[in-house]
T-cell receptor
């Protein structure tokens, strides 16, 4: 089992719809969770992070974390064509030692928002 | 404005050549990382460093080495380049201060082609 898995995609949604991106992780000791967006030919950029159970909202984006189910998701409301990108889930696995600062990434989900 | 820079955006090398990829960050971050990114395989960690002269293998270190002589600079070395090392290489840095939600910043990437 991979440490971090994302829904395989690609995901296609119409403009204005809600896009739902999902991620599961295997290590129960994981502490924090990140969503990165990567446009084609560009490097990843952080959208948001979450470390407490529940929802965290930032504009059109909502991150949801359920540590009991080892599940984190990203909802994009009112999706726009400019949201079309690859979305990467990343998890801070490890509570100490030299690996403390290392993020483990999922394989990414390609999202296309069509007009 | 925080910045991670990489020495080249595009690089073409021949099989068997020794290749150096340089990365510099100006944020005084302790952690630095080298990834490669290939379609369908996501971001794969090659090596990371948590301090000057300190390094740890990531998931795919074979065929690569690294050097960190100064805190701000992290170099990836391909001792004898092979065609299967053709890829996008991404450098990243992250503060290590006990906060599990620190953002990881990426450089623009180097697209390496080995002929």
């Amino acid at each position: 089992q991979k440490e971090v898995e994302q829904n395989s995609g690609p995901l296609s949604v119409p403009e204005g719809a809600i896009a739902s991106l999902n991620c599961t992780y295997s290590d129960r000791g994981s502490q924090s969770f990140f969503w990165y967006r990567q446009y084609s030919g560009k490097s990843p950029e952080l959208i948001m992070f979450i470390y407490s159970n529940g929802d965290k909202e930032d504009g059109r984006f909502t991150a949801q974390l359920n540590k009991a189910s080892q599940y984190v998701s990203l909802l994009i409301r009112d999706s726009q064509p400019s949201d079309s990108a690859t979305y990467l889930c990343a998890v801070n696995i490890g509570a100490g030692g030299t690996s403390y600062g290392k993020l483990t990434f999922g394989q990414g989900t390609i999202l296309t928002v069509h007009p | 404005d925080v910045k991670v820079t990489q020495s080249s955006r595009y690089l073409v090398k021949r099989t068997g050549e020794k290749v150096f990829l340089e990365c510099v960050q100006d944020m005084d971050h302790e952690n630095m990382f080298w990834y490669r990114q290939d379609p369908g395989l996501g971001l794969r960690l090659i090596y990371f460093s948590y301090d000057v002269k300190m390094k740890e293998k990531g998931d795919i270190p074979e065929g690569y080495s690294v050097s960190r002589e100064k805190k701000e600079r992290f170099s990836l070395i391909l001792e004898s380049a092979s065609t299967n090392q053709t890829s996008m290489y991404l450098c990243a840095s992250r503060r290590l201060d006990g906060l599990a939600y620190n953002e990881q910043f990426f450089g623009p990437g180097t697209r390496l082609t080995v002929l």
